[in-house]
């Protein structure tokens, strides 16, 4: 099956499309989980965000604050959520990178990103560790992405 966000993109699918650049294109999601639901995609296909060049994810970006600024002028809503999902285990649905931007309003219905009370925070030698781990596996500024490793 063809991914339905470049579908949507080549012009074989019909959406309702807001906003578009050279690099992106946002549109309506289908199902509208709260109104005014947009998705901004990238033109070019893009399974996952650890695999978009980051002068793309940037151009995706500009394009969800643009978008946002006009939920803000459309819907004057109290609260905005930019989602974005990788994976099954995080969420996704479509294998296309993209984001939701979301107007929001206290009670919507839509889920809280901690169902609970947070956490404690964790101790300064735990997050020392985990900041030390990530920044070995950080790639330097402008770097093309590392290939996705399978699981």
Do not use: K
């Not at 394009?63 to 959520?81: I, T």
């Not at 781990?133 to 950080?138: C, D, E, F, G, V």
């Amino acid at each position: 099956m063809t991914c339905p966000f470049c579908a949507i993109v080549a012009g074989e699918l019909e959406a309702s499309v807001v906003a578009q650049t050279d690099a992106a294109v946002a549109f309506l999601d289908q199902r509208q989980a709260v109104p005014g639901h947009v998705l901004v995609v990238p033109r070019l296909h893009v399974e996952h965000i650890d695999a978009i060049d980051p002068v793309l994810a940037g151009e995706v970006m500009q394009l969800g604050v643009r978008v946002a600024q006009a939920l803000r002028v459309a819907f004057d809503p109290p609260g905005l959520n930019l989602w974005q999902s990788n994976g099954a285990a995080g969420g996704q649905e479509v294998a296309h990178f993209h984001l939701h931007v979301q107007p929001r309003r206290v009670g919507d219905g839509l889920l809280r990103v901690y169902p609970h009370a947070l956490p404690a925070p964790a101790s300064r030698e735990v997050l020392d560790d985990l900041a030390a781990r990530l920044r070995l596996s950080l790639p330097p500024d402008g770097a093309s992405p590392a290939p996705r490793s399978q699981p």
